[in-house]
């Protein structure tokens, strides 16, 4: 069973950091690409970042570009998000879910999230 | 940028159709997936590439997609069918996931 579970989440103030990790169970971790997508509360779904099953080819939305840095480790089964400059509209649950193997670019499995509250 | 525009809203009884519409410059010629989100939960794919179905998804749940419009269709609603749908693309252009605005099913 596909299993995505992050954790690294809560309360930081503006301008400070946070790690979220995602950890993969349960499929072939270094077959996929896999992502990040957040969701503010009562909002929709915003993608943050893609990163290939390698690790060699990354994208990023344009709005969290440059604060953002997505990475892995296939060794560990781990996906990784390092968020800095932390502003209170990066509030949200932060998702991580891997990309399908057909080349279609879809979500195929979700993580479960994790909150996080940037506010003094 | 890409932008998927999807109705705030939609209502429907239960046992009719619902259908919900994203919109997108020549959506027709991009592949489109749907997910669903009921409260507190994280988003599951019911459609993917325009038509088809993940396993355990109901066949009740169905998507077309031609011009500047997508739809996903729902027949036969049930209650545990009220939940937000949003669709999504791949944006070649720019390398970037694009998600639709959402759209709230409501069963009356």
């Known amino acids: 069973e596909v299993q995505l579970v992050e954790s690294g989440g809560g309360l930081v103030q503006p301008g400070g950091s946070l790690r979220l990790s995602c950890a993969a169970s349960g499929f072939t971790f270094s077959s996929y690409s896999m992502n990040w997508v957040r969701q503010a509360p009562g909002k929709g779904l915003e993608w943050i970042s893609y990163i290939s099953s390698s690790g060699r080819t990354i994208y990023y939305a344009d709005s969290m570009k440059g604060r953002f840095t997505i990475s892995r480790d296939n060794a560990k089964n781990s996906l990784y998000l390092q968020m800095n400059s932390l502003r209170a509209e990066d509030t949200a649950v932060y998702y991580c879910?891997?990309?399908?193997?057909?080349?279609?670019?879809?979500?195929?499995?979700w993580g479960q999230g994790t909150l996080v509250t940037v506010s003094s | 940028s890409y932008v998927l525009t999807q109705p705030p809203a939609v209502s429907v009884a239960p046992g009719q159709t619902a259908r919900i519409t994203c919109g997108g410059n020549?959506?027709?010629?991009?592949?489109v997936h749907w997910y669903q989100q009921k409260p507190g939960q994280a988003p599951v794919l019911v459609v993917y590439d325009d038509t088809d179905r993940p396993s355990g998804i109901p066949e009740r749940f169905s998507g077309s997609s031609s011009g500047n419009t997508a739809t996903l269709t729902i027949s036969r609603v049930e209650a545990g069918d009220e939940a937000d749908y949003y669709c999504?693309?791949?944006?070649?252009?720019?390398?970037?996931?694009?998600f639709g605005t959402g759209t709230k099913v409501t069963v009356l």
């Open positions: 020549n959506i027709g010629s991009k592949s």
């Open positions: 879910a891997r990309d399908s193997f057909s080349g279609s670019y879809y979500l195929d499995y």
């Open positions: 999504q693309v791949w944006d070649r252009s720019s390398d970037h996931y694009v």
